[in-house]
């Protein structure tokens, strides 16, 4: 009972009541039942308690059985606990029984880790206990790792086969080519039941001990989770070291499955470890001979993976020393008076306000405490010349003796070093032009372009970011600002500065010029709503502005009312001008129309538009140089604006129109008049009123290439379009000057002066030595860059003579296939551009992009070896001063060099003025009989090249009559001029080969005789060595080495 008000209340209980109770019957208590439903369903237990404790008002302290409740059957089912493995089940000896599963840290703050890591595959053997663990960058790859796992485990412990392999049900673990790998080893495949881990509890077990020891240790050395794939790797090696449980006493997985005790000096993960400099980074007797690193584990026996701050990148070294009680992490956190920040960011001069430094999401990666040495090299330079400005040099100081210096400090230094170098050149600007700069003159501070930023971040609008506003200093002048010339390789590469031209050297430059890009720059908003929220919104919100004002005074569009048309979506594509130095320039918003948005049959029709062709462009300016002639390049501003749209067309309103004053209201849409950026149809609309315009001044277009336009009469000239980019060929003085004026008077446009880059490719006239050069040596390096290749070892040849490459066998280790496609693509754009020494390597690699092994990709890493050594390779035209265009060709094939399918290799290659213009190495449509049978079929592909290249240079007024073209095999010819040779060996070749007989007979082609030494399309058909593969690069105008550059001279060699 109890008091209640001074008197004692005891609650009565009937005799049947009390005797349920002591006998526990499993009568349902209705109140208790009711009072279970009212408590929304709380546990009988909880209930119970909650009444003796008298804490439920009205509620008897003893309650009964509530019953079953199948609400709580519903919403309150636990798993059943699972079972052990029976005895039966578990594994009698090593590697009988394989645990498998797939790992991802969740909820990382990096997007990405160390080496682009995401996943973990992880393999436990049930008997020894011993751990094996595969980072992973995607899911996909666990089916190559597993099998390899598997067939490496079969060659290091052959007396151990895999008989079970135990996963959950991942779609990973379930495809048709993994089961039919297990098929074929003889592995019986387990897989747990459905959202169940506890049966795959081994595997869950281990990966939960790794996770909470790589947590720990990273913890411990306050290093930032980029490092997990590192403390992971560290982690396994430990575990299978240390004894386990449920193993003999004092055994560890190691001992286990090898039979030996390990014995291996751990230090602790993330100590600093000093490693030492080599001597080609020790510039001075007394630079010091290491630098401080973070230890990531051990590598192999006696060496050590190193985090190495200053580089930004792993590293494994053997000489190392180690401070196992220093604290690594200060090598990367920031700090404002001893480290460097993540960035480095200068204050933009038309930015409201400077950007803070978190703002940069660039690739994550712990920032170096101290400077560069190459800065620090650049400091001590420009200290010497006395160049620093007062208020700075104790900052320059710092830097120059290697010390530490922080963001802000840096970025005031860069600003005023800029600053300075800027009033030098403007000075010197004032001293030596004149009053007013005539026709085709140029400023002192004219310079090559500056760095181009990345290109639109998708497809729709890549062609929307036009040049404008460039300061043009006459009518020859050239623009300082970006260029859209990398146009056909996604994105002109941004590698520091460019060399060479006229822009004159400062003594600040050599500290610009070691910063990249990224690092004094800023990141371009990927949507409105990013830019919007930016400390710069108010900068995008008025280039949004001045956007939308053109158009408006261009009449791109009217204001309609929507009437159930189909509306075309827009998208705003926001961009960053800098200068060459990474500081900002201009704030550019472009509005794109989004395409695929667009129905066909009603918002377009026809959407073809011819695109210039490497070879045209090449053969244009081979042309040019052996007539002696200018060639120059002009830019249409907006060019598809210029063109009206056939179809009518209507686009929503653009977002944030609001935000810029305009008033739209729900039902209004946009019915385009002109061809904006991003529709299907704006190329082929530009296209035909550019056509249009140009044949009214008397230019006719060429029939083989629709790109090409030539005039012969009045001021004769060639143009080269591409889209909004024109080169113009026509004779120096007022000639080219005077088709440059004509020119931009159809539209509005920019002279950009003496081609320099086109495409992506860099243009050289000498006029003393009467050559034009060609280069991608910009977009090579960057290249190298990406694929993680700038310091590696150089290759002298581009494929290895003794290998040979074949279709992927089954069981064979696997490449990323992504990453592989992506580097055969990069090598392509070179191959094709100024590289024709990559041709044959490239085309051989291309045919594995579908199921590339590490053998391939051994074999493209050595392509991109090779173009480490010559990165600076360059093509060259010209120097025979002849005047003289002379067209010529040389075919080879390599009979049955497939080992595959036993199909020959054809290649070819055609000159003009000493320098390769055309070239090609491809795979034969079908098995040749005979090598006479290769020679022949190669023979008609490369006289299908050379109509086309004949009747380019016809058209443009060169009469070039027959074109020799060079051949290795003397059957060849025979069956090329005489039909009758040879008829057992020549009656079964396809009628399609036969062409070329009736072509040579017609006197199109003449063939005749060279020896294999010196043809140089033997170097498109098979892999070479050193000594040929120069001979024959240098045979077409190529050099792979710095040197000057002399024309080939093959014709005593023809003679011989």
Not at 1 to 11: D, L, N
Not at 58 to 78: E, H, N, R, T, Y
Not at 123 to 146: A, C, M, N, R
Not at 174 to 196: C, D, I, N, Q
Request: include cysteine; proline fraction near 6%; aromatic fraction near 6%.
């Amino acid at each position: 009972g109890e008091v209640r008000g001074g008197s004692w209340v005891v609650r009565l209980h009937t005799i049947q009541d009390i005797a349920a109770l002591v006998k526990g019957a499993p009568e349902v208590d209705p109140v208790a039942a009711h009072a279970h439903h009212c408590l929304g369903h709380v546990n009988e237990k909880v209930l119970k308690s909650a009444a003796m404790s008298g804490l439920i008002p009205g509620l008897p302290k003893v309650l009964g059985d509530i019953g079953f409740c199948s609400a709580c059957a519903q919403g309150k089912l636990a798993s059943t606990p699972h079972s052990r493995l029976c005895p039966q089940e578990r594994a009698k000896r090593a590697m009988e029984l394989i645990h498998i599963d797939v790992f991802g840290p969740e909820r990382m703050k990096d997007p990405k880790a160390l080496g682009d890591f995401k996943y973990g595959l992880i393999f436990v053997d049930d008997f020894t206990k011993h751990v094996w663990v595969k980072l992973l960058k995607s899911k996909s790859e666990s089916i190559k790792f597993i099998k390899a796992f598997c067939l490496q485990a079969s060659t290091r412990l052959p007396n151990l086969p895999i008989s079970r392999v135990r996963s959950d049900g991942a779609l990973e673990f379930k495809t048709a080519e993994l089961h039919a790998f297990w098929l074929s080893r003889g592995v019986t495949h387990e897989v747990t039941p459905r959202y169940s881990p506890q049966s795959n509890g081994v595997a869950e077990r281990n990966i939960r001990t790794m996770t909470e020891m790589t947590r720990t240790m990273l913890i411990a050395a306050k290093l930032p989770t980029f490092f997990w794939p590192a403390a992971v790797e560290t982690a396994v090696r430990i575990k299978n070291r240390v004894t386990a449980s449920g193993l003999k006493e004092g055994k560890t997985p190691h001992e286990m499955l090898f039979g030996t005790a390990p014995i291996e000096a751990f230090r602790p993960f993330g100590c600093v470890a000093w490693a030492q400099n080599a001597t080609t980074e020790r510039h001075g007797k007394f630079d010091p001979k290491s630098r401080p690193c973070v230890y990531l584990g051990p590598a192999f026996r006696g060496a050590s993976r190193l985090w190495d701050p200053a580089k930004g990148k792993e590293i494994i070294e053997h000489s190392v020393v180690f401070d196992e009680h220093g604290d690594a992490s200060k090598l990367l956190r920031p700090s404002p008076e001893t480290t460097s920040g993540p960035t480095i960011n200068v204050p933009p001069p038309a930015a409201p306000e400077p950007r803070p430094a978190t703002q940069h999401v660039a690739h994550p990666r712990p920032p170096p405490a101290q400077p560069p040495f190459a800065l620090v090299r650049a400091m001590r330079e420009v200290l010497e010349k006395n160049a620093v400005p007062g208020d700075v040099q104790e900052a320059a100081r710092r830097i120059a003796g290697g010390g530490p210096v922080s963001p802000t400090t840096l970025a005031t230094l860069t600003t005023r070093l800029q600053e300075q170098t800027n009033e030098i050149r403007q000075q010197r600007a004032r001293e030596q032009a004149p009053e007013g700069v005539g026709q085709g003159g140029e400023s002192v501070e004219s310079a090559e372009e500056g760095l181009v930023g990345q290109g639109i971040r998708d497809g729709d609008g890549a062609e929307a970011m036009e040049r404008e506003d460039r300061d043009v200093t006459g009518k020859g002048g050239r623009d300082q600002g970006e260029r859209r010339s990398g146009r056909i390789a996604g994105k002109e590469p941004s590698f520091g500065m460019l060399e060479g031209g006229r822009k004159r050297k400062e003594p600040g430059d050599a500290c610009f010029a070691v910063l990249e890009p990224e690092d004094v720059g800023y990141d371009d908003p990927r949507t409105v709503s990013e830019a919007l929220r930016r400390p710069d919104r108010d900068a995008w919100l008025a280039a949004m502005n001045v956007e939308i004002r053109s158009h408006k005074a261009r009449g791109t569009w009217r204001i309609v009312k929507h009437r159930g048309q189909n509306l075309v979506t827009s998208k705003w594509v926001l961009r960053l001008k800098k200068n060459a130095d990474g500081s900002i320039q201009k704030y550019k918003a472009r509005l794109v129309a989004r395409g695929f948005t667009q129905i066909e049959g009603v918002d377009f029709d026809e959407t073809f538009a011819p695109t210039s062709r490497l070879q045209n462009m090449r053969l244009l300016l081979a042309n040019a140089v052996a007539l002696n002639m200018d060639v120059h390049q002009i830019d249409y501003e907006t060019a598809y604006l210029n063109a009206k749209l056939q179809n009518e067309i209507y686009m929503e309103p653009p977002e944030a129109m609001d935000l810029l004053g305009e008033e739209i209201a729900p039902d209004d849409a946009l019915q385009l008049n002109l061809a904006l950026y991003g529709l299907k149809q704006s190329g082929h609309e530009w296209h035909r009123v550019l056509r249009e315009a140009l044949k009214t001044l008397g230019f006719d277009q060429c029939k083989v290439d629709p790109t090409m336009f030539v005039r012969e009469e009045g001021s004769p000239a060639m143009l080269l379009v591409y889209v909004d980019d024109i080169l113009v060929a026509a004779p120096k003085g007022g000639g080219i000057e005077s088709v440059k004026k004509e020119l931009l008077g159809l539209f509005k446009g920019t002279d950009l002066g003496p081609a320099h880059h086109c495409l992506g490719i860099r243009i050289n006239r000498n006029w003393d030595e009467d050559t034009i050069t060609l280069d991608q040596e910009r977009y090579a390096k960057e290249v190298l860059a990406r694929f993680g290749m700038s310091d590696c070892n150089p290759a002298r040849t581009p494929m290895d003579q003794k290998t040979s490459l074949r279709k992927a066998a089954d069981g064979e280790a696997r490449a990323d296939k992504r990453e592989y496609q992506a580097i055969v693509g990069c090598l392509a754009y070179l191959a094709q551009g100024t590289r024709p020494d990559l041709a044959y390597a490239v085309s051989t690699l291309g045919r594995y992009g579908s199921d590339p092994t590490e053998t391939h990709r051994t074999a493209a890493n050595r392509v991109l070896r090779y173009l480490k050594r010559t990165s600076s390779a360059k093509l060259t035209f010209g120097g025979s001063r002849d005047g003289n265009v002379n067209l010529e060709g040389f075919v080879d094939s390599d009979w049955a060099a497939d080992r595959d399918d036993r199909r020959s290799t054809s290649g070819f290659v055609f000159t003009v003025g000493g320098g390769a213009v055309s070239w090609g190495s491809r795979k034969q449509g079908a098995v040749a009989l005979s090598t006479a049978e290769a020679e022949y079929v190669a023979a008609g592909v490369a006289g299908r090249e050379a109509l086309m290249l004949s009747g380019v240079l016809k058209a443009s007024g060169q009469d070039i009559g027959t074109v020799t073209v060079h051949c290795d095999n003397q059957a060849a010819i025979q069956l090329v001029k005489n039909p009758g040779s040879h008829h057992d060996r020549s009656k079964h070749i396809d009628i399609a080969h036969h062409w070329i007989r009736d072509k040579t007979q017609e006197g199109a082609f003449a063939f005749r005789y060279i020896p294999t030494d010196i043809n140089p399309a033997d170097a498109f058909t098979k892999p070479l060595g050193q000594v040929k593969h120069y001979q024959h690069a240098q045979a077409i105008g190529m050099a792979l080495a710095a040197g000057a550059w002399r024309p080939p001279g093959l014709e005593g060699d023809l003679k011989q």
